[in-house]
Structure formats: structure tokens, C-alpha cells
């Protein structure tokens, strides 16, 4: 399975962008702490040009060590980087310290000039990141859209609060993927719309990375002990009795709990970026 998506929507959100930028006092580009490489869109980096950047290592809660090992590459090759999970309200002040942080110059010039004024940040990504879930606990309450799939939010949104102005985009990939591994990662945590997946060949591709790397989950969670990826679907229908008529496997049923599992942070804290995935991006 080639994963390429890049519908007319996300074509007309880059150019909203392009058009929103000036307006911008900086830009927050959420990613996923799960496959922070692989969420990273150079497009938008490109975009944003010279203005000051914050990186939201978003999702925090589901992923691991690897993704702490990220951030600190990323810190060290000068971003301004932040980890965060965005559901939890008591996350609020590290969120707007950071925020703070990138345009401290700006308001310094500004106040040495006594002028007081409100900053405006853009916030993007690819989709299903959390950038309106961001947005929420900024505002202290929903004022963004949210959900669990990619797309829910699809025009812009300039969100007034009370000491800044936020700019939600929609989600938006890059015009093509060079680097098949990445978008099969992003189709595991939900950032491609599942409808153009073939899911079968999702699931299969998941359970064989997450054997190299965290077979322990595996085993806890569905008793695989190894095999082919496909003899570990039928491990995992049979441990949960995804049955059909008959005796036969419901694979229908084992591909979706697969995805499922690991995306609701049911097979525990998982990262499948490594290190060297992030020295090939950042």
C-alpha cells in the first residue's frame, strides 16, 4: 500500500495560511509525541518562514522515554520545544510559559515603545494532533471542534482569549510522502482519514513494529508469543473470541481492535519514532 493524501481541502488550508501568516506573532506547530518525526510537516516549517516556532510534543500521556529522548534532540538543534498533554487542564500554565517565551522579544520592543497589545499565534499540523484540544485548554473551556479522526476541523478560526489570539487551522499533510514508514505511522495514530487505508495491511504493518520494539505489549495484552503479523491477528481474534459463524476468525473485528488499542493508549505508552528517525527530519 503507497499512502499519499493530500486532498483539494488541505491544498486551499495552505493557501488560507499563506494568507493568514503576517497576521501571526508566532506559530505553534503541534505534533504527535507518539511519531513526532513522522508528524513533523517540513511544508509548513517552510511556510512559517522567519517566524518564531514552538514545537508541542502533543499526546504526551500516550507515548514514552523515546519521545523525552526527541525533544531534547530537537531542543539541541535550537527549536523551541515543549511536551504537553492537551486534555489535561492542569497543563495550562507550562503551555502559555512557552508561549510567552517565543514572543518575549517582540514584546519587548513593543513595551520599550509603550505599547501594549494582544499576540497572535497560528496553530497547525497534521491532522489529528490535538491542535484544537489546544486551543480548548488555553481557552479554559471548547471553543474549537475536536474529535478522534482526522478532518474535523476544516476552515480557519481566529479564537480572541483573554492575553492572546489563536488562529486553528485545519489539518494539513505534506503534498506527497517521500518516506512510506512515516505515513504508515501517522495512519496508525489516526492523522490519514482511515477511509483511503486499506486497514488490514494498517494493522498487520502495526503489530509488526510493535514486536520489534514493545513485544512485551503484545503478549500482555493478546498473548502473542511471535510468529507471522497475520498469525498474530489470529492470536489476537482468538484471545478476544472475534468469532464467526462457524469458528472462523472475525478479522473484520481483530484489525479494529488492534487500531483501536493502540491509539486509546490501551497497549500502555508507546513511541515508534526513534532517535535517528528525528535526526532525519529535524
Given at each position: 500500500?503507497?499512502?499519499?493524501?493530500?486532498?483539494?481541502?488541505?491544498?486551499?488550508?495552505?493557501?488560507?495560511?499563506?494568507?493568514?501568516?503576517?497576521?501571526?506573532?508566532?506559530?505553534?506547530?503541534?505534533?504527535?509525541?507518539?511519531?513526532?518525526?513522522?508528524?513533523?510537516?517540513?511544508?509548513?516549517?517552510?511556510?512559517?518562514?522567519?517566524?518564531?516556532?514552538?514545537?508541542?510534543?502533543?499526546?504526551?500521556?500516550?507515548?514514552?522515554?523515546?519521545?523525552?529522548?526527541?525533544?531534547?534532540?530537537?531542543?539541541?538543534?535550537?527549536?523551541?520545544?515543549?511536551?504537553?498533554?492537551?486534555?489535561?487542564?492542569?497543563?495550562?500554565?507550562?503551555?502559555?510559559?512557552?508561549?510567552?517565551?517565543?514572543?518575549?522579544?517582540?514584546?519587548?520592543?513593543?513595551?520599550?515603545?509603550?505599547?501594549?497589545?494582544?499576540?497572535?499565534?497560528?496553530?497547525?499540523?497534521?491532522?489529528?494532533?490535538?491542535?484544537?484540544?489546544?486551543?480548548?485548554?488555553?481557552?479554559?473551556?471548547?471553543?474549537?471542534?475536536?474529535?478522534?479522526?482526522?478532518?474535523?476541523?476544516?476552515?480557519?478560526?481566529?479564537?480572541?482569549?483573554?492575553?492572546?489570539?489563536?488562529?486553528?487551522?485545519?489539518?494539513?499533510?505534506?503534498?506527497?510522502?517521500?518516506?512510506?514508514?512515516?505515513?504508515?505511522?501517522?495512519a496508525y495514530v489516526g492523522s490519514i482519514n482511515d477511509d483511503i487505508l486499506a486497514l488490514d495491511e494498517v494493522a498487520l504493518s502495526l503489530l509488526e513494529e510493535l514486536w520489534k520494539s514493545y513485544p512485551?505489549?503484545?503478549?500482555?495484552?493478546?498473548?502473542?508469543?511471535?510468529?507471522?503479523?497475520?498469525?498474530?491477528?489470529?492470536?489476537?481474534?482468538?484471545?478476544?473470541?472475534?468469532?464467526?459463524?462457524?469458528?472462523?476468525?472475525?478479522?473484520?473485528?481483530?484489525?479494529?481492535?488492534?487500531?483501536?488499542?493502540?491509539?486509546?493508549?490501551?497497549?500502555?505508552?508507546?513511541?515508534?519514532?526513534?532517535?535517528?528517525?528525528?535526526?532525519?527530519?529535524?
Amino acid at each position: 500500500m503507497n499512502i499519499q493524501w493530500f486532498p483539494g481541502h488541505m491544498a486551499a488550508a495552505m493557501r488560507m495560511m499563506r494568507e493568514n501568516l503576517p497576521l501571526a506573532d508566532g506559530v505553534i506547530f503541534v505534533l504527535d509525541a507518539r511519531c513526532p518525526a513522522a508528524s513533523f510537516n517540513p511544508e509548513l516549517m517552510r511556510m512559517a518562514g522567519a517566524k518564531p516556532v514552538l514545537l508541542v510534543f502533543n499526546k504526551c500521556d500516550l507515548a514514552d522515554e523515546r519521545a523525552d529522548a526527541i525533544l531534547s534532540y530537537v531542543k539541541s538543534k535550537g527549536y523551541k520545544a515543549v511536551k504537553l498533554n492537551s486534555a489535561d487542564s492542569s497543563q495550562n500554565r507550562a503551555l502559555t510559559s512557552a508561549m510567552d517565551a517565543l514572543v518575549a522579544e517582540k514584546r519587548g520592543r513593543a513595551l520599550e515603545k509603550g505599547v501594549t497589545r494582544t499576540f497572535r499565534y497560528m496553530v497547525a499540523g497534521v491532522p489529528n494532533t490535538g491542535k484544537s484540544t489546544l486551543i480548548n485548554l488555553l481557552a479554559g473551556g471548547k471553543r474549537a471542534a475536536t474529535g478522534d479522526k482526522a478532518g474535523v476541523t476544516r476552515g480557519k478560526q481566529w479564537i480572541r482569549l483573554g492575553g492572546c489570539e489563536l488562529l486553528d487551522t485545519p489539518g494539513t499533510m505534506p503534498p506527497a510522502f517521500g518516506n512510506q514508514r512515516a505515513a504508515m505511522r501517522l495512519a496508525y495514530v489516526g492523522s490519514i482519514n482511515d477511509d483511503i487505508l486499506a486497514l488490514d495491511e494498517v494493522a498487520l504493518s502495526l503489530l509488526e513494529e510493535l514486536w520489534k520494539s514493545y513485544p512485551r505489549r503484545l503478549e500482555e495484552r493478546y498473548s502473542v508469543t511471535g510468529g507471522t503479523p497475520a498469525e498474530m491477528l489470529d492470536r489476537v481474534c482468538e484471545k478476544r473470541s472475534f468469532l464467526l459463524r462457524g469458528g472462523e476468525y472475525d478479522y473484520e473485528r481483530g484489525i479494529r481492535a488492534v487500531i483501536d488499542d493502540f491509539r486509546k493508549g490501551r497497549l500502555g505508552r508507546i513511541t515508534l519514532d526513534a532517535l535517528k528517525d528525528a535526526e532525519e527530519v529535524f
